[in-house]
């Protein structure tokens, strides 16, 4: 059973649009969303992450938004660049606990 | 500063076979874990090891072993090659303070390990 659900599987943008990553999750005792961001090749490397306290995060142009009642957050890449492309995962934990990942995005963007 | 390695980057073997799977981390982190991904799986985690001389099952621990060498090193093992196991493995470390508990700080990952098994 898939803890975290992430959509869309891939995605294409043009240069400067803003791609949007989704994830639902069914367990309440979660209390922290990390986003991964993972280039071909590599390992993934945290991009930015939130707790349940806050409904929204920025850093820089990555933005997570957070609704708790709906069990849902997300990613926003303002002003996309070519250098974003790449796959995103979400995850879910428990504090102390294992992180559980959704099924990754693959995103292009387009010169 | 290396931070996370892993040996080898690729690897094929027959199914039966063994092998080890090496990891290593420069950054004095207390907390290692090893984890395989898979398309349209995302990552699964192995093993962990929350400090030296510590090892735990995590959600998918069937078919591997784990040796923490010392502080710095973390080796996965599969004793008999199966086709299922054909995945990318990664390893990776978070530093984790007087806790003792792993997963509360951020986790570094290793390149990966790209094994086939046929």
């Known amino acids: 059973q898939q803890q975290v659900k992430q959509s869309p599987q891939s995605l294409i943008v043009q240069k400067g649009g803003i791609p949007i990553i989704n994830c639902a999750y069914e367990?309440?005792?979660?209390?922290?969303f990390p986003w991964y961001q993972q280039f071909p090749g590599k390992g993934p490397a945290l991009l930015i992450a939130?707790?349940?306290?806050?409904s929204e995060k920025k850093e820089g142009r990555f933005t997570i938004s957070f609704n708790k009642s709906a069990k849902q957050f997300s990613l926003h890449i303002m002003d996309s660049q070519p250098g974003d492309s790449a796959t995103y995962f979400c995850a879910a934990s428990r504090t102390g606990n294992q992180f559980y990942f959704g099924t990754g995005t693959s995103l292009t963007v387009i010169p | 500063n290396a931070g996370v390695t892993q040996t080898p980057k690729f690897q094929v073997l027959k199914t039966g076979q063994s092998m080890t799977l090496q990891c290593a981390q420069d950054m004095n982190h207390n907390s290692m874990y090893w984890y395989r991904q898979d398309p349209g799986m995302g990552l699964r985690l192995i093993y962990y090891?929350?400090?030296?001389?510590?090892?735990d099952k995590g959600e998918v621990p069937n078919g591997y072993n784990v040796s923490r060498l010392n502080k710095r090193e973390f080796s996965l093992r599969l004793e008999s090659a199966a086709p299922s196991q054909t995945s990318v493995y990664f390893c990776?470390?978070?530093?984790?303070?007087?806790?003792?508990?792993?997963?509360?700080?951020?986790?570094?990952f290793g390149p990966g390990t790209r094994l086939t098994v046929l």
């Open positions: 990776a470390s978070s530093e984790e303070g007087t806790s003792g508990r792993a997963f509360t700080d951020t986790q570094y």
């Open positions: 939130i707790r349940p306290d806050v």
């Open positions: 090891s929350a400090s030296e001389g510590t090892t």
């Open positions: 367990n309440t005792a979660f209390d922290y």
